[in-house]
Each structure stands twice: as C-alpha cells, then as structure tokens.
C-alpha cells in the first residue's frame, strides 16, 4: 500500500516561513522522482519543485530563490523549505511521485492528500 502523506502546513504571516514534510511509505522509492505541486480553487494544479532520483532538483522559475526542495532518501521523506512567503502561495500543497523521471506536468501516479498553507499579508 503506497501513502504519500503531507504535513507542516498552516498559517504564516507574509514575510515568515514554513517547512513541508511529505512522508512516503509502501515500497522502495529511490528510483522514484517525487514533486510538490499546489492548487489554488478555480485554478490547474502547479507545479513548485521535483527532486529527482538522479539528484537533479527542478523549480517553478518564479518561485527559485524563496522555495528550496530537498530530500531524505534513507527515511523517503521529502520537503519544502517556503521562505520570504506571499499571500498568494496560499492554497493546497501535495507531494505527488512517479517512477522515473521528473515531470512538471501532473502525470504522477500517487499523491498524497495535500496540507493547507494560509499566508496573511
């Protein structure tokens, strides 16, 4: 059975950080790209960040500089350092995973259930 579960979202003032955590359990996942993706409602799913197996790490442009992904392979944890944050990252967070390669599109066959960030101005 494979989870992927979000966690450490919540509320933050702008300006002030947050640290994702996405726990994932159910099978070997070290030749597994896993990303972070965001969905605001009435909006497509986004794409933030993927850490690959590979190692190489991919960011939406507009949010390199503030968001840092970063991955623990021997405890298949994954994470979002969010820093300087805006009120317009407010919306859903979900860790999603595919075997293979990174995609920035949302052709990933597991996710997890997402974590609620808010960022007030």
């Known amino acids: 059975q494979v989870q992927l579960v979000e966690s450490g979202g919540g509320s933050a003032q702008a300006g002030g950080s947050l640290r994702l955590s996405c726990a994932a359990s159910g099978r070997d996942f070290s030749i597994y790209a896993m990303a972070w993706f965001r969905q605001a409602p009435g909006k497509e799913r986004e794409f933030v960040a993927a850490?690959?197996?590979?190692?190489?790490?991919f960011y939406l442009e507009i949010l390199k500089g503030r968001f840092t992904i970063s991955r623990d392979f021997s405890e298949n944890m994954l994470y979002l350092q969010m820093n300087s944050l805006k009120p317009e990252d407010t919306t859903l967070y979900y860790c999603?995973?595919?075997?293979?390669?990174?995609?920035?599109?949302?052709?990933?066959?597991?996710w997890g259930q997402g974590t609620q960030v808010t960022v007030s101005s």
């Open positions: 850490f690959g197996w590979d190692l190489q790490t």
């Open positions: 999603a995973a595919r075997a293979g390669s990174v995609l920035t599109t949302t052709q990933y066959a597991y």
